[in-house]
């Protein structure tokens, strides 16, 4: 017969579940007023049902990965980074495009993002590598760990192109090694040789972009640009937050999202939205429950019992926290657009359940934080 240890009951981080099926619960109210049809004439899309689906089906993998022992993650680290490497090289060749980026592979009736899973792959692999390689990486960065955690993932996601994500690999890099407790002499070289590459990797970097794009950059610079074009987004989103006022228009009265003056209103401008019904108010609710999520996170990895525990609980921490600041950024206008989705509030199945996973294996870490996995 089965048994459950009972610490895992005891010691369960309800409260991580609970901000994230709040903040899932919050996206799907605001996909729902997004997406309802402008005057209520016409029928109202399915994407809020869609999400609610997908919001039962990331639980469900939230529970398996969260009972099963995190040691696991640890021993087939390496098979999963090297399956998320070798599925975005297949989604090069045989992925879907879409709005000018191959980022989807379609199996059978069901569409998913190799890189929305990758991001927790890489977290597994770079971290379970840290772990190994002892202290030796506090006194130089292996040129290896370079190419095939930083450098090879890079030029596949560039190549699709998934900018959003490239940057969020890139960043949780430079925070995991860091982590790790690399000297300051190599955290100065790395600063030093950053600062001297900026002008020829710009060049380069530009050059690599689409039309799109470039168009986000100049947009993201001068809006004013062009407002009813390059700059539509980014005027629009900044009109519906403004919108709102302090105490917002109520629920189911916005009219950016509906009217259809804001594009992509229920992924990536999802904040817009509710701030235009919230306001103020509600939206600094709902910053507070981040900040809930990542202060937890932080906890999380400060009583990790193992450096595995500990460095995989920072890097998913930082995940979230990078996605946040990014999407939200996007919205106000004070970064560029580059696709980023809100997590847990963002429309997207597969966003969710690799957000509702990592979240997964963030409360398995704390759940057994009174366990020592290595002999």
Known sequence: MLKIDRRLIKNFDWITLLLITTLSLIGIMTIYSATRPPLGVGEHPDFYAKQMLWFMISMTALIVVATVNY??????????????????????????????AQRWLSIGPVSFQPSEFFRIFFIAGFTAYLTNIGNRFTEKIPLKSIMIFAIFPLVLLI???????????????????VSKGISRKITTLIIIIGLISIPFLGNIFWEGLKEYQKNRLIAF?????????????????????GSGGFFGKGYLKGTQGPLRFLPEKHTDFIFSVFAEEWGFIGSAL??????????????????????????????????????????????????????????FVSYGGTALLSNFIAAGILINIRTRRFELFYP
């Open 159 to 177: 190549k699709q192109p998934d900018l959003g994500t490239a940057i969020l690999l890139m960043s949780l890099f430079v925070i995991l090694s």
């Open 71 to 100: 040691i696991w993650l640890y021993r087939i680290s390496y098979p999963l980074y090297a399956l998320g490497l070798i599925l975005l090289i297949v989604v090069l060749f045989t992925g879907r495009t879409s709005m000018g």
């Open 221 to 241: 610079i001068d809006p004013d640009i062009d407002p009813a074009g390059i700059g539509y987004h980014i005027t629009q989103s900044k009109i519906s937050v």
């Open 286 to 343: 709902l910053l507070g429950i981040y900040l809930l999520l990542f202060l937890r996170g932080l906890d999380t990895a400060m009583k990790a019992k193992d450096e595995f525990g500990r460095l995989a609980a920072t890097g998913i921490t930082a995940m979230f926290f990078i996605y946040f600041c990014v999407n939200i950024g996007m919205t106000l206008g004070i970064m560029p657009v580059v696709g980023v989705p809100l997590p």
